[in-house]
C-alpha cells in the first residue's frame, strides 16, 4: 500500500465535520479505530504486533529480542481539532518507509520496528506523553491512576474499558534495552524550513517547557446590580495576565500561551468566583523559560492583588531542555548529507515529542517535514505532497543506513 491510499484510509478517522480537525483522544472509539488501522497494516506486511503494558503498539520486523533495534514511528492521537499532520506523519511514513526498503532490497541486519505511542498529545486527563513517560519511568503508576479527564474518569477506568489492563502499567525497561536507535520523523511546528527553503531537517534539541495552573479566586455576585467598585472579579486579574504573558515572552524571545480556561458559576450575567487559566511557556534555555515564568507570576499576583483577588500557582508539567543523542543526530545528518548529496539544515524545536521523553534511556533522533504555514495543533496544518514523498525517503535512507550496519 503506497503512503497515499495509507494517508487517506486514515484521514477520515475521528475527523470532526463542524471543524475539520481531529478528535482523536486516547482510549475513544477514534482512537481504537486508529490503533486498529496500525494492526492492519502491520498484519497486512507480515509484520509481528504487539501492544506492550502501556497501550503503545509495535510492528517488528525482525526478532526484538536480539537487541540494538531500530525503531520509528510517532503517534496517532490529535489535540482537540486538531490537524492531520501532527503524529501521523511519522507513522505512516515508518510504513511506507518500510515499502520502500523492501523494494530496494536492503539488506537490513537489525531488528526493524514501528511504535505508535499512545496519548502523545494529552488530550484527554491533560498530561503529554502518558505511553512514552510509563514505559521510560518518567510517569509512576501512581501518578497514572490519579489522572482523570473532564468527565471524572480515571486513566485506568478509560483503560479497562476500551479492552486494556490497566493493572498492567507500569515502565519496561527490557523493552527499552532492546532498542539501539529512535528516529522519529514528524511534521514542523513552525516555518524555519520553508524559510529556509528546504524540504527536510534534523532537530538539534527540544526547548525546555512547561505547564502552569494560574487559580484566580473572587467573589461571585450579580452582574447587574454589583457596582464596579465593590467587585472582587477575577476575570479582570486573568485578563491582565494573559497580556503581560505575552509582554514577557516577546522580551526574552520566548513563548507563553494561556489557552486553556474554567470558570466558575461560568454564567452570562454573574461574577466569576474563580478563573483558573493554564499557562504554556517555552524558551531556547532553562535561564529565558524561567525569567519569562516569574515574570508572569510577579505580575499576575499584583493583578489579583490590586483587584482583592486570590492567587495560587500550580507548575503540573515541566520538561528541561533536551539535546538529541549527538553521535545518532551526526549519523543522520552524514547518511543524508554525503550517502544522498541531500542539503539538511540542523534545527531546535519548541515542541515536546515522544523522542524527548526516550531520550533519557535510548538515543534518539528526530526528522522534521516542511510545513508551509507553520501552522500546527489546528486543522490548517499542512505538509505537501512531495515534501511528504521527501521524508518518506529521507527516513528510508536513515532506516537503511542505521540498520545495515
Known amino acids: 500500500m503506497s503512503f497515499h491510499s495509507m494517508w487517506a484510509e486514515l484521514l477520515p478517522v475521528g475527523r470532526s465535520s463542524a471543524s475539520g480537525g481531529y478528535r482523536r483522544f486516547a482510549w475513544t472509539g477514534a482512537d481504537a479505530d486508529c490503533r486498529a488501522w496500525f494492526r492492519q497494516q502491520a498484519e497486512d506486511r507480515g509484520l509481528t504486533h504487539e501492544v506492550d503494558r502501556n497501550g503503545n503498539q509495535w510492528a517488528w520486523l525482525g526478532d526484538p529480542s536480539a537487541g540494538d533495534a531500530v525503531v520509528t514511528g510517532s503517534h496517532l492521537d490529535s489535540v482537540p481539532d486538531g490537524g492531520a499532520f501532527d503524529g501521523p506523519l511519522g507513522v505512516v511514513s515508518a510504513f511506507a518507509a518500510l515499502d520502500e526498503l523492501r523494494r530496494r532490497g536492503a539488506r537490513i541486519t537489525r531488528p526493524l520496528g514501528i511504535v505508535n505511542f499512545g496519548d502523545e498529545e494529552g488530550a484527554r486527563f491533560g498530561l503529554a506523553c502518558v505511553g512514552s513517560r510509563l514505559t521510560s519511568g518518567a510517569l509512576t503508576v501512581e501518578q497514572a491512576h490519579r489522572l482523570t479527564d473532564a468527565d471524572g474518569i480515571t486513566l485506568p477506568r478509560a483503560m479497562e474499558a476500551a479492552g486494556y489492563d490497566p493493572d498492567a502499567l507500569g515502565p519496561d525497561p527490557e523493552r527499552l534495552d532492546r532498542i539501539g536507535a529512535f528516529v522519529e520523523l514528524h511534521v514542523e511546528q513552525g516555518r524555519a524550513l520553508d524559510l529556509s527553503g528546504d ?76 478563573v483558573r487559566g493554564w499557562l504554556d511557556s517555552r524558551a531556547a ?3 529565558s523559560l524561567d525569567t519569562v515564568v516569574t515574570g508572569i507570576e510577579k505580575a499576575a499576583r499584583e493583578y489579583a492583588a490590586a483587584h482583592g483577588v486570590d492567587l495560587d500557582v500550580v507548575r503540573e508539567s515541566f520538561t528541561p531542555v533536551i539535546e538529541f543523542d549527538h553521535a545518532l543526530r551526526d549519523e543522520l545528518a552524514r547518511i543524508l548529507g554525503t550517502d544522498t548529496d541531500l542539503k539538511v539544515p540542523v534545527l531546535g524545536t519548541g515542541a515536546g515529542h515522544d523522542a524527548g521523553i526516550l531520550s533519557g534511556r535510548v538515543p534518539t533522533a528526530m526528522l522534521f517535514v516542511r510545513n508551509p504555514t507553520g501552522v500546527s495543533h489546528s486543522p490548517a496544518e499542512y505538509a505537501a505532497e512531495d515534501d511528504c514523498t521527501a521524508g518518506v525517503t529521507a527516513l528510508a535512507d536513515v532506516l537503511e543506513g542505521l540498520a545495515r550496519t
Open 199 to 274: 524540504r527536510i531537517g534534523i532537530a538539534s534539541a527540544i526547548w525546555p517547557h512547561g505547564r502552569w495552573r494560574f487559580d484566580f479566586r473572587g467573589e461571585a455576585n450579580h452582574a447587574g446590580t454589583t457596582r464596579l467598585a465593590d467587585r472582587r472579579d477575577p476575570m479582570l486579574s486573568y485578563a491582565e495576565t494573559v497580556l503581560a504573558a505575552r509582554r514577557e515572552a516577546e522580551l526574552a524571545g520566548a513563548v507563553a500561551t494561556f489557552g486553556k480556561i474554567a470558570v466558575e458559576p461560568n454564567g452570562v450575567n454573574a461574577i466569576p468566583s474563580l
Open 285 to 287: 534555555d532553562q535561564a
